[in-house]
C-alpha cells in the first residue's frame, strides 16, 4: 500500500499562503492523491483530490509533481478557522477491484493571528 | 442530504461489557469504512465493505471485534469485551466510487468510547 509522510506541524501567519507538503514516493498510477482536515475531533472534511494534473476549487489547490512523488496543498489566504490537522491520503485500488483510503499521520497547521 | 449518522455519540462503560456503535452511510454510497482513532496511533482503518459485503478487516485489532452490515443502509461495529485500551473515537465513513466521481469519503462525527 502506497503510505504518506506529512511534517508534524506547521505555523503560517493569517492572510499568507498556508503550504503543505506530502510525499507519496511509493504511489501507483491509478491512484488518487486526496487531503482532509480534521478540526478538534470532528470527522475529517474533503478539501480536494487529484491524480495526475494540479487542480484548484473554492478551498484550496493541490500541486502534484510530474513524477507524482509528492504533492502541495495550498491554502490561499489562511485565516484563524484553517487552523486543523490536514491530512494527505492515497486511495488504493485492492487487487479485488475494490479502494480503501490509507490515511497519513497528519500535518497540524496553525495560523496566528 | 442528513450526512453519515453514528451512535451513541458517547459511551461509557465498564471493562468486559459488550460495545455496539452504529451507522447509517449516505443513501446510495457503495462504501462503508470503519476508523479508530486515538493520540498514538492516529486514524487506523479497521474494515471496509463494499456493497454491503465486507472486503478487508485486516486493520481490525483482535477477534473481540466484529463488524457487520445487513443493509445497506446500516452497519455495527461490536467488541466484546471491552478493554480500556479500546478506548477512542471511532468513524465511518461512507463513500460512492465509480467512474467521473470523486469519491469522496464523507465521515460521521463519531463515537467516543471509553472503557473503565
Known amino acids: 500500500d502506497a503510505k504518506t509522510t506529512q511534517p508534524p506541524s506547521m505555523d503560517c501567519a493569517e492572510g499568507r499562503a498556508a503550504n503543505l507538503p506530502c510525499n507519496h514516493s511509493?504511489?501507483?498510477?491509478?491512484?488518487?492523491v486526496y487531503w482532509y482536515r480534521q478540526i478538534h475531533s470532528q470527522g475529517p472534511q474533503y478539501i480536494i483530490h487529484g491524480l495526475k494534473n494540479n487542480e484548484t476549487n473554492e478551498m484550496a489547490s493541490l500541486i502534484i509533481t510530474e513524477d507524482r512523488k509528492s504533492s502541495t496543498l495550498i491554502l490561499p489566504h489562511a485565516t484563524l478557522r484553517d487552523t486543523a490537522v490536514y491530512y494527505c491520503i492515497v486511495r488504493v485500488k485492492n487487487t479485488s477491484g475494490t479502494y480503501k483510503y490509507i490515511f497519513g499521520t497528519g500535518t497540524r497547521l496553525k495560523v496566528l493571528a | 442530504d442528513a450526512g453519515v449518522i453514528q451512535s451513541p455519540r458517547h459511551e461509557v462503560t465498564e471493562m468486559g461489557q459488550e460495545v455496539t456503535l452504529r451507522c447509517k452511510p449516505i443513501s446510495g454510497h457503495d462504501y462503508l469504512f470503519w476508523y479508530r482513532q486515538t493520540m498514538m496511533r492516529g486514524l487506523e482503518l479497521l474494515i471496509y465493505?463494499?456493497?454491503?459485503?465486507?472486503?478487508?478487516d485486516s486493520g481490525m485489532p483482535e477477534d473481540r471485534f466484529s463488524a457487520k452490515m445487513p443493509n445497506a443502509s446500516f452497519s455495527t461495529l461490536k467488541i466484546q469485551p471491552s478493554e480500556p485500551r479500546d478506548s477512542a473515537v471511532y468513524f465511518c465513513?461512507?463513500?460512492?466510487?465509480?467512474?467521473?466521481?470523486?469519491?469522496?469519503?464523507?465521515f460521521g462525527e463519531g463515537s467516543r468510547l471509553t472503557v473503565l
Open positions: 465513513a461512507s463513500s460512492l466510487i465509480f467512474y467521473g466521481r470523486t469519491g469522496e469519503l464523507f
Open positions: 511509493t504511489i501507483s498510477g491509478n491512484e488518487y
Open positions: 465493505f463494499n456493497n454491503n459485503v465486507p472486503i478487508d
